[in-house]
C-alpha cells in the first residue's frame, strides 16, 4: 500500500483538519503538500536505511514520517522527552540517519550501516522483502528497552477495513505505538485528532472541552490522577463518548469511581504488546475488568495461570534482545483468572512475591493502598527477609494536599488484609511514573 496515494483516495474532496493542536490545525491537504515538497536531505535516504525521526504529532514530522514510509525505510520514531536514552536507541537500532525537524543528517561510525544496521539479520530480512519497517522500543521497566522491529507492510494491513470516524485525544506519545496508531487510524478514517499542549489533568480537560473530543485513550495512572484532580467532576465535558485505558493494570476502586463520576461514558479496557500489535479488546461490561481478547489472526491460551498469545502481525524480532517466541506463542508474563472466554489480569508473574512460602501479588496490596482516599499512587516491593525469604514493603505517595503517615497506613492495611498479606514496612514519598504516564 502506498500510503499518501491511498490517504488521498480516502480523503478526496475534505478540506477539514484531521490534527488539531498546539501548532494549529492540520489537513490532509497541507501534509500531502508537504510530502511532496522537495527535500535534497531526504532524496538522498535510500530504501532500507534505518532513519531515527525525532518529533511529535505535528505536521512536518507527520509529513516527513509518511514520505519516509512510503519510500521503504526502516523508521524509528522518537521524542525530544527521551533524549538522555537517544544515543542507546541509536546504537540499537543501527540507525542510518537521524532527522529531527528540517534537518536530516547521516550517522557515522558506530550504528551506521557500516557496522551497525548491516550486520543485523532481522533488518536484512526486512530489506529482502523491500518493505518499509517500523522500530519501536519497551517501555524498560526491567531493564534496557529492547528495540521491536515490525513490517510496516503487516502494521498497516489493520487500516483496510473503514471504521467511524471520531475526534480523538491523542494522550499517547509519537515513540509509542499506541500513538502511531491512534494517528493513522484516524488519519485512514477521516476522523479528528487533538494533541495537547501538555499532557496534565487540567490541560487535557480543558482540550476535551474546547474540542468537542469523543475518545480519550489514557493510562489508568493518569486516569487516576485526573479523578484526584477534580477535572472530571465538573460535568463539562457532554463530548466525551468513550474512555480506553491499559498499558497497565486498572484497579477496581479506580474504576468504578470512574463510572460513578461519568455516567455517560463508555469505559473499555484495551490490550496490546508493541511486540504483538493491537487486538480486538471486549469488556464485560463498562465497570468489568474482566475482557476478551480475539481479532483476526489472533490465538490466545493460559499456561500456568499465564497469558500466552500468538498473533499473525507479531514483530519480526527483538533488534538487541533473543527472540521472545516459542513455536510463534509469546509468554506476556500476565497472570490471569479465566470465566469462560474472559480473563483478568491479576498480576505479572515476574513481580510475585514470596513470603515464608506464600505467593503474594504485589498489585493486590497496591490495590488496598488505593483504597485509601488521600493515597494517590502505591508501589509494593519484595525485600529479602533471612527469616521468610521476602517481606512486603509498600510506598505510599499521597494525593496533592493531603497528609498521609505510615502509623495510618499500617492501620489500612491490617484492617483490610489477612495478617500474612499485610506489609512489613510502610514508607510515604514518591512513586516514580515514567514518561508514558506509567507506574514505574
Not at 307 to 334: C, V
Amino acid at each position: 500500500m502506498r500510503i499518501l496515494e491511498e490517504l488521498g483516495k480516502r480523503n478526496a474532496g475534505s478540506r477539514e483538519p484531521f490534527l488539531i493542536g498546539p501548532g494549529g490545525a492540520l489537513s490532509f491537504d497541507d501534509v500531502a503538500h508537504a510530502a511532496t515538497a522537495t527535500s535534497d536531505d531526504i532524496a538522498e535516504i535510500n530504501p532500507g536505511e534505518v532513519v531515527a525521526l525525532i518529533g511529535d504529532f505535528d505536521g512536518q514530522t507527520i509529513a516527513t514520517m509518511l514520505r519516509l514510509l512510503d519510500a521503504g525505510v526502516i523508521l524509528m520514531p522518537l521524542t525530544p522527552g527521551t533524549s538522555a536514552d537517544h544515543d542507546y536507541f541509536l546504537e540499537s537500532g543501527g540507525v542510518d540517519w537521524i532527522i529531527a525537524g528540517s534537518h536530516a543528517e547521516r550517522v557515522t561510525g558506530d550504528g551506521a550501516n557500516d557496522g551497525g544496521a548491516g550486520s543485523n539479520p532481522l533488518l536484512d530480512e526486512l530489506r529482502a522483502r523491500q518493505h518499509p519497517g517500523i522500530i519501536f522500543f519497551s517501555s524498560g521497566t526491567t531493564g534496557r528497552p529492547k528495540a521491536i522491529l515490525h513490517d510496516f507492510t503487516h502494521f498497516l494491513a489493520r487500516y483496510a477495513t473503514p471504521r467511524p470516524p471520531l475526534r480523538a485525544l491523542n494522550f499517547l506519545l509519537f515513540d509509542h505505538a499506541g500513538g502511531i496508531n491512534t494517528m493513522l487510524h484516524t488519519l485512514f478514517n477521516r476522523g479528528v485528532v487533538i494533541v495537547p499542549s501538555e499532557r496534565t489533568p487540567e490541560v487535557i480537560a480543558s482540550e476535551i472541552a474546547r474540542h468537542g473530543v469523543e475518545l480519550l485513550p489514557a493510562t489508568p495512572t493518569f486516569l487516576r490522577m485526573m479523578l484526584l484532580a477534580g477535572v472530571l467532576e465538573t460535568g463539562g465535558l457532554p463530548s466525551l463518548r468513550v474512555v480506553t485505558y491499559g498499558t497497565e493494570r486498572m484497579d477496581q476502586n479506580t474504576l468504578d469511581r470512574l463510572c460513578t463520576t461519568l455516567p455517560g461514558v463508555d469505559f473499555r479496557q484495551t490490550y496490546g504488546l508493541s511486540e504483538l500489535g493491537v487486538f480486538q479488546v471486549r469488556s464485560r461490561a463498562r465497570d468489568s475488568l474482566w475482557m476478551q481478547i480475539g481479532g483476526k489472526g489472533i490465538e490466545t491460551r493460559v499456561v500456568d495461570s499465564v497469558l500466552h498469545i500468538r498473533s499473525d502481525n507479531r514483530m519480526l524480532g527483538y533488534l538487541n534482545a533473543p527472540s521472545p517466541f516459542t513455536d510463534g506463542w509469546y509468554d506476556t508474563g500476565d497472570i490471569v483468572e479465566q470465566d469462560g472466554e474472559f480473563i483478568k489480569v491479576t498480576g505479572r508473574a515476574k513481580e510475585i512475591l514470596n513470603v515464608g512460602g506464600l505467593k503474594i501479588l504485589p498489585g493486590e496490596v497496591e490495590r488496598v493502598a488505593l483504597l485509601h482516599p488521600d493515597v494517590l499512587r502505591a508501589k509494593a516491593i519484595g525485600v529479602a527477609n533471612p527469616i521468610t525469604g521476602q517481606h512486603i514493603e509498600v510506598i505510599c505517595e499521597p494525593r496533592p494536599g493531603a497528609s498521609l503517615d505510615r502509623r495510618t497506613m499500617m492501620t489500612h492495611f491490617r484492617s483490610h488484609l489477612q495478617k500474612q498479606l499485610s506489609p512489613h514496612r510502610v514508607t510515604i514519598g514518591e512513586v516514580a511514573v515514567s514518561h508514558r504516564f506509567k507506574q514505574k
